[in-house]
């Protein structure tokens, strides 16, 4: 993520308000496009908080693959499973008497019982929807007939347990903690996860598949979930079957045309010309300057002064915004829509320091009376570490270092390195040659003693970077290298801030957003520009405790 500084100058004001965001994208995004409301200073305060709460137990069971809906798919429909026999016993368990005690007519019993139903089954649905109804009748047989297939678990829960205020499960349900033996058939209803999905709209089907892949114990919203997932994999096979036929028809379009006479040496060529204009012609693709100087750099003659801006863009307040200049394809442009769509200036630190460091910056700033910093830093590795050059073997050609990392190269790569030195008679082979250069470019080592090749320690790197010495003590090693190779390059940014120093002579107010270590406020200092003001934020404690100690 980059890092954005944004300056105003005019009077602070003793009330500030305070806006609450989601994320620190969010937070970037509004700064960008809202930062300054009717000239106040606007401090947006990030809060973050970790949701612990586990999902159900039975949520990591769930297959979320296209099985899903095959197997709702293929589900047994709910008239076949009323056809199953079921037993007297368990007809009496779950309906009460038998329906030779019942006052209803014999036909209407016996056609239902010719279809497969148990007589009380069909006693006790006529007893509560009447015998005119035979369709209403026929459906809740056949709701009841999949219920009684759905094996019951084993161990009830307790009345604790159905407490509304103890389980959060029973907030899907009616029930009472105490419930009489005659509200029993109506709460079995109710509990019932199939019924449940029946009565939301859901097929019979989906319903029974989901419960039988899930577990009757699962959550209602797990089986909603479920059968909505099914769902959207059943279109995304729809989708992709259209796809192919698309592709398909293509294909044969093209083969047409190949057998209408046109060769194919001629079609191949067509086609290259044709990549090579929608690559030119895509705006995705961001063209680097080389050399990287943007609009000028010290010891150059090279020098931009004028730009045209979008008028909104014009400041004060003035914004500088860093990014790395190597992103992925798109990256800039997205950057750009949210700055006012301002091209970037890409500037490679190596022409202000010892180090190459390729950025891109975009800013409203003006481009005249820029100036460096005085005395210029080192450009050259001996210039800045002169004890390496008693040491340094006469085959390793580089005068400056790399982009520095976050990271150092490891003891063993070290040891390596030495060990196949001292293998050599005199000079190295190519071979060896190529090897130890190729790693000591990519980690930045230096040489320190005979054979000896060693990563910079932190305080060579603060110097590297413009960083006063042990600008980042106090924290581990591994901290200390994080912080620099994520900062700024002191000099390169004070290169393009120099032209605020004739602007506002008696200070000005910074707002400092995700800038690190404090790049940017040492080079405001550097340049001997007054900071009335500064509020700085930061996700990282360890670069907070570094710039707060700086202060």
């Known amino acids: ?39 106040k200073l606007v401090i947006l305060i990030c ?106 678990q084993e161990n009830r829960p307790n ?88 592709s398909q028809l293509l294909k044969k379009d093209k083969k047409r045309k190949l057998e209408k006479g046109k060769s194919c040496g001629k079609i191949k ?30 010891r150059e003659s090279f020098q931009v002064v004028h730009r045209t801006l979008p008028k909104e863009a014009i400041g004060p307040p003035y914004f500088f915004y860093e990014n790395v200049a190597l992103t992925p394809k798109g990256v800039w442009n997205t950057i750009k829509s949210f ?40 450009r050259t590795i001996f210039e800045a570490l002169p004890e390496t050059q008693k040491w340094w073997p006469s085959w390793d050609n580089r005068e400056q270092l790399n982009c520095v990392l976050t990271c150092i190269g490891s003891a063993q790569l070290t040891d390596r390195i030495r060990s196949a030195l001292e293998k050599c008679d005199g000079e190295p082979n190519l071979h060896v040659k190529k090897y130890i250069i190729g790693q000591c470019k990519k980690w930045n080592l230096v040489w320190t003693g005979k054979n000896r090749a060693a990563p910079l320690e932190p305080d060579e790197i603060e110097l590297i970077m413009g960083y006063p010495v042990n ?15 994520n900062s700024f390059q002191v000099d390169t940014v004070a290169y393009q801030l120099s032209v605020l120093k004739d602007l506002y002579p008696e200070g000005i107010n910074v707002l400092s957003l995700f800038s690190g270590i404090g790049g940017a406020e040492i080079a405001l200092h550097k340049l001997e520009i007054p900071m009335k003001n500064v509020v700085s934020v930061e996700k990282s404690s360890v670069c907070r405790g570094i710039i707060q100690g700086w202060w």
């Open 1 to 39: 993520m980059g890092t954005i500084c944004a300056l105003d100058f005019d009077d602070l004001n003793d009330q500030l308000s305070i806006s609450k965001i989601v994320s620190l994208t969010d937070l970037e995004n509004w700064v960008s496009c809202n930062l300054w409301t009717n000239g």
């Open 159 to 246: 009345d604790q347990s159905l407490n509304p205020q103890s389980n959060f499960e029973s907030d899907f349900s009616d029930l009472d903690s105490n419930f009489s033996d005659e509200d029993d058939d109506e709460s079995l209803e109710k509990d019932d996860p199939v019924v449940s999905l029946i009565d939301m709209g859901y097929s019979p089907d989906e319903a029974s598949a989901a419960v039988i892949r899930c577990g009757k114990g699962a959550p209602l919203s797990e089986l909603v979930d479920f059968i909505s997932a099914a769902h959207v994999s059943k279109e995304a096979d729809v989708e992709m079957d259209k796809l192919y036929f698309t």
């Open 339 to 378: 700055l006012y769509e301002i091209e970037p200036e890409f500037v490679d630190s190596r022409f202000f320091c010892a180090a190459a460091r390729k950025r891109g910056y975009i800013h409203n700033l003006p481009l005249e009376n820029r100036f460096p910093i005085r005395p210029l830093p080192p």
């Open 471 to 485: 600008h980042t003590r106090g924290v581990s090693r591994c901290e200390r290298y994080k912080g620099l190779g």
């Open 269 to 298: 060529k067509l086609d290259i010309k044709i990549e090579r204009k929608r690559r030119d012609d895509d705006e995705d693709v961001l063209h680097l300057p080389n050399p990287m100087i943007g609009f000028g750099v010290p």
């Open 47 to 152: 809060s973050y908080s970790m949701d612990d709460n586990s999902s159900d137990e039975g949520s990591d069971n769930i297959d979320w693959n296209t099985e899903d809906e095959l197997e709702i798919a293929n589900t047994s429909s709910p008239s076949s499973v009323a056809m199953s026999t079921t037993t007297n016993a368990a007809v009496t368990t779950e309906f009460g008497e038998s329906s030779s005690s019942s006052n209803y007519p014999s036909k209407i019993v016996n056609d239902f019982m010719k279809m497969g139903f148990p007589e009380a089954m069909v006693t006790k649905v006529i007893r509560e929807l009447g015998e005119n109804n035979t369709d209403a009748i026929l459906d809740t047989l056949l709701t009841y007939s999949v219920v009684d297939e759905i094996p019951h």
